[in-house]
């Protein structure tokens, strides 16, 4: 299977292949559902895995809070918010039963239940029971759920009306101490997405008309996926006393006085593993960074003489054995032993086009040399491609191999971030003419055609119909701001911000 | 706080008090709906995660699929079940509007949706999609998810409409297979039911009148609650081939001829926590098991004088480190320094009511003389309820001391179970006047009034009238049966039958 052209000419069936490839994901009988199979679920089983540790870490716990939003809760948004519309799923009713052998709702429920498409909401209603003085604050909670929001063109992990989530909810006694809070958060969203998604990212604040409702201000992590398209990758919100006021979360503070608490929310999703696709997959399909590898190797017995089988298993187990030695201490080694029934390159070929980061087959050869052949799923098709190694050098360096691995895996990926973001444009002429080009395309770590373009904004929320129009955003307003004079890419005004303008999914 | 009045005469008031006290979990906005607290949810990952590793090491796989089943998905049962009524939530609109300032449902669904109330017919249209193959079984997979049952008296963890669960689905090429995989599954949980809940359990199958709808068997472990009372811990269903008839799960067999799949499901919920309280907790609060306690040892520093501040808290730390080198391979240990600014003796006592298994107290004398002051929760209140030990032998011994109050825990809750099995009631007579006897209470592993009645049965499911007349249930149809003759107790006719009949939750 070679999707190289694919890739190149049409990103979107390119991507719709690796997932299915992967065997990854897959629409479902419930209209705009996805099944996430085992290997897309084992991905996101290890990426909630070192985001939990990261929780713990800055002291956050985890909870549960009901998944069902009373429709009151809403009442006072709609009331404030012009033309308010959502795309939610609703509960009416509480029963079925069958009328002439046709199933029916039935038992109206006398308040709507919306499924949570967020939970700030329910959570504060929660908060303003659990804090009374400043000694109850900062309230740091998580929770790994479930939300729905009723998207109409629905895309395996990118956009799917159910999708799987964490969100981080807390509550603090000052603005100062909510507002780090909330750069902490995204500090560690950039962490993971770098360091164990091998996925670079560019950190910085949302411009007012792309805040979350009810947000003082909205903090992101961007993207570059391979078509030089954008992927807001995690979000962090510093809400100041705005959900506070609303659902009453109020605190004595140390001078005894009432005052509203200060709140945050911030989230990452499933949404990452598409992230992780369109930055690492390649011609042959999906490349999975070690540190979130379900499996990390895969050991492939080649058994040609039926004689040598018990021989050949063998030394495979003992291999399992060593390689685990090598991680007394810190993250467990994730090893697949496939020795089911089928061909060696049928099988070869089912975990390269999964993206397990190191293949290694296992012959009678082997181990008689006592070597080990190994593939390193990055270096497909080239001369490094296949090594033969001594298998004692091989099971000693295991953990130095994988972290080299990673590390190679993020460089790439951030050659190529570097390498295309656009800062030389510099009018909104030229700008327009940039944009207008369409099927951009980047070909790996090399400059190619340029993606996201860091230019000059005057900061007027006005300027959103300008973008709409040439369906480009604002992907953020980087931390690292240079401070320098020039014209607004979009009006011609006068400007100093930087920001980064793109197309996004 | 002393609850023993409570717990003997008001056990239910007893259970929300030790819920409320260790700050488990609570009642939400969302009727019927729970929020479950950090210390509840953290007992619930390490539920799961122990859970995780058996269904690894039986080779399952974990994934996710849709929690919104189209409604047409239950026409078929309904056509088949007379007076078809579930209680279940429907989602019938996708969307929310203000008209005149007040919010209402909009763009009505073609089919209205159905919250998951459990996943078979879902899955198996999944399953009717991978399988074509008899190379393509046993499919084995497992998820973690929250589904919804529209139960009219809730009650915390027990009965909650939404609630946390895995569910295990699987197909297989054989009755026979999938057979073992229903008995290898419900061994599983009486395995972590006992050995990770020191819980003890009875299991067997359940009679026909108690099955699940369109299982051919369903098997269950059984367990017996402080009150007398049962608690179903965990069923596993073998399906035959009824679902994958209903869904078209067929594959070419060997003999190369179409075939339907035979399935098999089984699950524990969150209800299992509400099963280990009634086990364990006792008239101070919670009592948790150490394999399942998010914390397994509170380390509390006594600062009575701030200049020794320092130097405890640097051989708390200290003291922390050495003991998580005790456990380089095996499972995490979980310590909670709890160095807040409070009054030891509050903190001493929120972590009592928590149930945390090891609390210790470390002040300046132990410093001084290298010493540890250890309560263990089981103990509280005996002479062993305070040890002052050295501190080295402490660290260095610390996982025998905790699989030691692992077993404690558990033979406490075995004696208490055999103890309260009465097998002496051999005619109809007694056994209505057994159960005619109202406030059943037993005395901690003592032989008190008795609970569970094994008894015959002559099987026949008419039977259930009288059941439901005594309020009482055949919990299971146990395991180990001793084929002696005897009378039915409900119905007087010749039985050889061993069943358990209890009351239940």
């Known amino acids: 299977m070679s999707m190289k052209n694919l890739r190149k ?10 997932v299915a490839e992967a065997d990854m994901a897959e629409n479902s009988a419930s209209p705009g559902c996805m099944v ?56 009416t009713h509480s029963r079925l039963t069958s009328v002439d052998g046709k199933l029916v709702p039935s038992s109206p429920l006398d308040e709507p239940l919306i499924v949570r498409p967020t939970s700030e909401a329910i959570i504060a209603d929660s908060f303003s029971k659990w804090v009374k003085s400043y000694r109850d604050l900062p309230v740091l909670i998580n929770q790994w759920a479930n939300v729905v929001r009723w998207e109409m063109r629905p895309r395996l992990f990118l956009r799917t009306r159910e999708f799987l989530w964490q969100e981080g909810h807390t509550a603090h006694a000052s603005a100062e101490e909510a507002e780090a809070e909330t750069k902490q958060m995204l500090e560690v969203y950039k962490d993971v997405s770098e360091n164990a998604l091998a996925m670079p990212v560019i950190p910085g604040r949302k411009p007012e008309h792309e805040k979350f409702p009810g947000a003082v201000d909205t903090y992101c992590i961007e993207a570059m996926m391979q078509d030089g398209k954008a992927l807001q990758a995690g979000t962090s919100h510093f809400l100041g006393q705005n959900f506070a006021k609303s659902a009453n979360i109020s605190f004595v503070n140390k001078q005894n006085q009432p005052e509203f608490a200060y709140t945050t929310s911030w989230g990452v999703s499933t949404r990452l593993i598409g992230g992780v696709i369109m930055t690492h997959a390649d011609d042959e399909g999906m490349v999975v960074p070690p540190r979130i590898a379900p499996y990390q190797i895969i050991l492939l017995p080649l058994i040609k003489n039926p004689e040598d089988k018990d021989k050949i298993l063998a030394y495979v187990s003992q291999i399992q054995q060593e390689l685990k030695k090598q991680f007394p201490f810190g993250e467990k080694i994730r090893i697949k032993v496939d020795a089911r029934d089928r061909k060696p390159a049928d099988k070869f070929w089912e975990w390269t086009k999964k993206g397990a980061p190191i293949i290694c087959e296992v012959g009678m050869r082997d181990v008689e040399g006592q070597k080990i052949m190994v593939k390193e799923r990055i270096k497909l098709g080239t001369d490094e491609g296949k090594q033969i190694v001594d298998v004692n050098e091989f099971c000693q360096n295991i953990s130095s191999r994988l972290e080299g691995l990673q590390k190679q895996m993020f460089n790439k990926a951030k050659a190529r971030l570097e390498a295309n973001i656009r800062t030389d444009i510099k009018t909104p002429e030229d700008f327009r003419r940039y944009f207008a080009e369409s099927n951009v395309w980047i070909e790996d770590g090399k400059q190619g055609k340029v993606a996201f373009v860091r230019g000059k ?19 953020c307003i980087p931390f690292d701001q240079t401070n320098t004079q020039g014209v607004c890419l979009l009006t011609g005004k006068p400007a100093t911000m930087d920001v980064i303008y793109a197309r996004s999914y």
Chains 1, 2 share one sequence.
């Not at 904004?457 to 992907?475: F, P, V, Y």
Request: with cysteine.
């Open 457 to 475: 904004w005057c900061g007027d929320d006005a300027t959103e119909s300008l973008l709409k129009e040439m369906k480009i955003t604002i992907r």
């Open 9 to 18: 000419d049409n990103y979107p069936e390119w991507y719709q292949n690796v």
């Open 36 to 91: 996430i199979k085992p290997w897309g679920y084992g991905i996101w089983e290890c990426i909630r895995n070192v985001f939990d540790d990261k929780f713990r870490e800055t002291n956050h716990e985890n909870c549960y809070f009901p998944m069902f939003i009373p429709l009151s809760f809403f009442q006072k948004e709609a009331e404030h918010v012009e033309g308010f519309a959502k795309e939610m799923a609703v509960v």
